[in-house]
């Protein structure tokens, strides 16, 4: 039987995914703002940008508890292919469910100032999912878990 991992570990572990997502989240949002409505460029770039600021905030918790912060890597794999502005909108909904399920396990697993900007993190990718969308959901950060896992 493998040990549970200790507290820190887990925590770590965390913020390691987390930091994955907002590497992927950066970018999706570079396909994101090539293929947005004018509408809503403006928001396609506020949401890089956020999500590039909290990518250098993760990277320096993971080195503060002792890590070596994941790299981004060279591409990532989207859901589908992003040809018009509604898919752009879809995409960014998704991303931000996706980023929103990190914190959530950031948040269970992290204590003090790491868990408060978890929280808010979380807070913030679950407002922009819903602008995205038009609506919100339920339990923000929890939603992907109940759907059935998809492959790429």
């Known amino acids: 039987m493998k040990p549970e991992p200790s507290p820190a570990n887990r925590a770590l572990e965390a913020a390691q995914a987390a930091l994955a997502a907002e590497h992927a989240a950066a970018y999706g949002y570079g396909v994101i703002g090539a293929r947005a409505s004018a509408a809503r460029a403006n928001e396609a770039r506020e949401a890089y940008g956020w999500h590039l600021a909290r990518r250098d905030a993760l990277a320096r918790s993971v080195r ?3 890590g070596a912060p994941r790299s981004a890597e060279p591409a990532y794999a989207l859901p589908y292919e992003v040809h018009a502005p509604a898919d752009a909108e ?20 992290a204590d003090g100032r790491l868990r408060r900007e978890a929280a808010d993190a979380l807070s913030a990718a679950a407002v922009r999912a819903a602008r995205w969308r038009g609506v919100g959901v339920a ?7 109940a759907a059935p896992a998809r492959t790429s």
């Open 90 to 109: 879809r995409l960014a909904a998704e991303i931000e469910d996706r980023v929103a399920g990190a914190y959530s396990d950031l948040v269970r697993a």
């Open 139 to 145: 339990f923000p950060g929890l939603t992907e878990r």
């Open 64 to 66: 503060e508890m002792g």
